[in-house]
């Protein structure tokens, strides 16, 4: 596979991974409700996210309400909030840069400084993915220390959401990503780091006519 190829590959997969995130972000299933009394009769399910909490019924009904205040939520809530959004835009700002520094655009003439720039949007890539690692790890850990401490009550109790996951992945997508741009830009800009070709003088002989074995 050529350099050009995998930075495309590695573009697509870092774009793949900041939708990722957008979605993981709007979602409300950060966390959800645990089910674990033999008795409970489950009529509802409940969905917390960064934005909104939703209530869905058995009968299929949902019910979602937007947080009223921001300084009242979660120390966690407000970190993911800011921290999503961050990434969002950064995702954004990686995309713009990759693709005027990628070998398939001609935005640069072709060089060190289009290889520089091709590693610096990579490396916004990567950046973006060690962002949104910190509040899905940090909600991860909430939702665990509660479910196994025993102080806290079985209906305040939360398990993992669907979120989560989708954000794990687009982490895993977004770093893939990175490294794969940065790596072919670092193996490309090796390759042309000395242009210089060096050929042999000709050199005439005796009677005027240039030898032979200085061409090839």
Do not use: H
């Amino acid at each position: 596979m050529t350099s050009a190829a995998v930075e495309i590959l590695g573009l697509g997969l870092g774009i793949l991974g900041w939708v990722g995130v957008i979605l993981a972000c709007g979602l409300p299933m950060w966390q959800v409700s645990a089910f674990i009394d033999v008795n409970i009769v489950v009529a509802q399910t409940i969905w917390e996210g960064l934005w909104m909490n939703c209530v869905v019924q058995s009968t299929g009904q949902m019910q979602c309400k937007v947080y009223d205040s921001i300084l009242a939520l979660p120390p966690e809530v407000q970190a993911g909030r800011a921290l999503t959004v961050i990434v969002a835009l950064l995702g954004l700002v990686a995309l713009m840069v990759t693709v005027v520094g990628a070998q398939c655009t001609n935005c640069i003439r072709p060089g060190k400084m289009k290889s520089c720039i091709v590693i610096a949007g990579g490396a916004i890539y990567i950046l973006c993915g060690v962002l949104v690692l910190i509040p899905l790890c940090w909600f991860a850990n909430i939702v665990i220390s509660d479910f196994y401490d025993p102080t806290v009550p079985s209906s305040k109790k939360r398990e993992m959401g669907a979120a989560l996951y989708i954000g794990w992945a687009a982490t895993a997508l977004l770093l893939f990503g990175g490294c794969l741009i940065c790596c072919c830009s670092c193996s490309q800009r090796d390759d042309t780091s000395f242009p210089v070709k060096y050929s042999a003088p000709r050199r005439p002989t005796s009677n005027g006519e240039y030898d032979k074995k200085n061409y090839v």
